[in-house]
């Protein structure tokens, strides 16, 4: 059922230059790591924390390479949200998971961003499993 509500079951990312064209006009015109975004998140950690919450932050795996080349500052632009999620986490004191072996394998994805069906199978097994050897560990 994965991928059931978003219609991205059976979908395979295919590589479109002009919707790479198209987010390097729009939505990533004005990109930037930090400031605002990195604030309100470490808020939203932290009033998570409160009520007692187990937090856990994903990094979730995207085709990475193609979206490098609508970035404005390209793949330094990933280094600098990278390192914000590793700061984060570290600041708040909350595991951090990373797939990075997912990253840019054209059969998860139903675009780039979004996992498809078999994407999401691969991911929520492997989340199962790790949140469950935390939540185990002393």
Same mark, same amino acid.
């Given at each position: 059922?994965?991928?059931?509500?978003?219609?991205?079951?059976?979908?395979? %990312?295919?590589?479109?230059?002009?919707?790479?064209?198209?987010?390097?006009?729009?939505?990533?015109?004005?990109?930037?790591?930090?400031?605002?975004?990195?604030?309100?998140?470490?808020?939203?950690?932290?009033?998570?924390?409160?009520?007692?919450?187990?937090?856990?932050?994903?990094?979730?795996?995207?085709?990475?390479?193609?979206?490098?080349?609508?970035?404005?500052?390209?793949?330094?632009?990933?280094?600098?949200?990278?390192?914000?999620?590793?700061?984060?986490?570290?600041?708040?004191?909350?595991?951090?998971?990373?797939?990075?072996?997912?990253?840019?394998?054209?059969?998860?994805?139903?675009?780039? %961003?979004?996992?498809?069906?078999?994407?999401?199978?691969?991911?929520?097994?492997?989340?199962?499993?790790?949140?469950?050897?935390?939540?185990?560990?002393?």
């Amino acid at each position: 059922e994965a991928g059931r509500y978003t219609n991205f079951d059976n979908a395979t %990312y295919t590589s479109r230059p002009e919707v790479l064209e198209e987010l390097a006009d729009g939505a990533f015109l004005d990109f930037s790591v930090g400031g605002v975004e990195e604030a309100a998140v470490l808020r939203i950690v932290s009033r998570a924390k409160d009520i007692g919450a187990n937090v856990v932050i994903v990094a979730t795996p995207s085709m990475r390479t193609p979206l490098t080349t609508a970035l404005p500052n390209g793949a330094s632009d990933f280094a600098a949200y990278d390192a914000s999620i590793d700061r984060i986490a570290s600041e708040s004191d909350v595991p951090l998971i990373r797939y990075p072996d997912l990253d840019d394998r054209a059969e998860l994805f139903a675009d780039v %961003y979004h996992m498809n069906g078999a994407g999401t199978e691969v991911i929520s097994e492997r989340l199962r499993r790790d949140i469950a050897a935390m939540l185990a560990a002393p």
